[in-house]
């Protein structure tokens, strides 16, 4: 149990924050949608900071589109959901799950810099595997540093 | 009652041609600027444009074309300088123009901000060679094919 809790703290964190950008991004076209403009402005502000928001390339929902882009929905979903699989399994320190996250990770990246796919669910597909390949990644980081560092007993 | 049906015909195409058609406030608009705007060479109250990229289609009819002209300024900006200080550039779109040709009164506001150099160029100016404090920093650029998400104000009425 101490092992669980000391090294799923920092992926907990990640995942919280994506977590969050998610529900701001819903809320954005929500607010503007439902009740009405400036409603949702302030989510869109806010993360103009980390997103292109370009139109065009993001889902829409109530007639606005969500205040960030198809693969950042899709990559803050996965980072979300690689924090639910590493929390049900026994713990990512074995090698399968940091050859599963480079290679998910390394795959969206490129994918991101050469374009091979189009279209939003593309996108957002795309961004999940990015997302869920490094929070195995980061999962694996950290388990491996609590080894390190002893914070955790040895198994 | 021959020159009744050829009435009702002659006028019916006409009712549907110019069926008017109610744009609510608050509709989505999605822009795209057809030109680059330099922090630099621009000037503020200059005026800019840019192309609506995906038509606005209300109960099956097109109130706002694709590739509509909206109108806007340059509405802040500030030179990039010496000691590596970065340009900022605000641009704010007012209008469209619809089918009809009414303009259609919207908000949309970009900002752009070069990548800041003060910390860069005062460490390196400090610790290596005082005349880095001469390096000017990055002008601001709202490059052309940008996307602008903009907001239609007030109910605006559209012949369709």
Redesign the interface.
């Known amino acids: 149990m101490f092992y669980k809790k000391t090294f799923l703290l920092s992926p907990g964190i990640f995942a919280l924050l994506a977590l969050i950008i998610l529900v701001a991004a819903v809320a954005a076209p929500s607010g503007n949608g439902l009740l009405g403009y400036p409603s949702g402005e302030r989510f869109y502000s806010l993360l103009s900071e980390i997103c292109h928001q370009f139109p065009t390339r993001s889902f829409w929902l109530f007639d606005h589109p969500l205040a960030i882009c198809a693969r950042c929905t899709g990559g803050y979903l996965g980072i979300t959901a690689g924090f639910v699989a590493v929390l049900l399994s026994k713990g990512p320190t074995g090698r399968n799950y940091l050859v599963m996250g480079a290679a998910l990770f390394v795959t969206a990246v490129l994918e991101a810099y050469i374009g091979f796919s189009d279209g939003n669910i593309w996108r957002a597909i795309s961004g999940f595997a990015g997302g869920y390949g490094l929070m195995l990644l980061i999962s694996c980081a950290c388990a491996f540093l609590s080894l390190k560092l002893r914070l955790i007993p040895n198994r | 009652m021959k020159r009744a049906m050829i009435f009702l015909l002659a006028w019916l195409p006409g009712i549907a041609l110019s069926a008017e058609v109610r744009l609510p ?4 608009i ?1 822009l795209t600027t057809t030109s680059s705007i330099n922090s630099d060479t621009s000037s503020v109250g200059e005026a800019v444009t840019a192309a609506v ?2 038509p606005v289609v209300i109960d099956g009819v097109t109130v706002i074309a694709s590739g509509a002209q909206a109108t806007g300024t340059v509405n802040r900006k500030e030179d990039s300088g010496m000691i590596g200080q970065s340009g900022k550039l605000t641009v704010e779109f007012t209008s469209v123009l619809a089918v009809d040709g009414t303009s259609v009164p919207i908000v949309a506001t970009k900002t752009i901000e070069a990548k800041d150099e003060v910390a860069g160029t005062v460490v390196v100016s400090t610790l290596l060679c005082p005349l880095a404090l001469l390096n000017e920093g990055d002008a601001a650029i709202l490059p052309a094919g940008t ?1 602008i ?1 903009a ?1 239609s104000i007030g109910d605006v009425t559209i012949d369709g």
Do not use: D, K, S
Request: glycine fraction near 20%; aromatic fraction near 0%; proline fraction near 0%.
């Open positions: 406030g608050g509709t989505a999605v990229t995906t996307q998400r907001i």
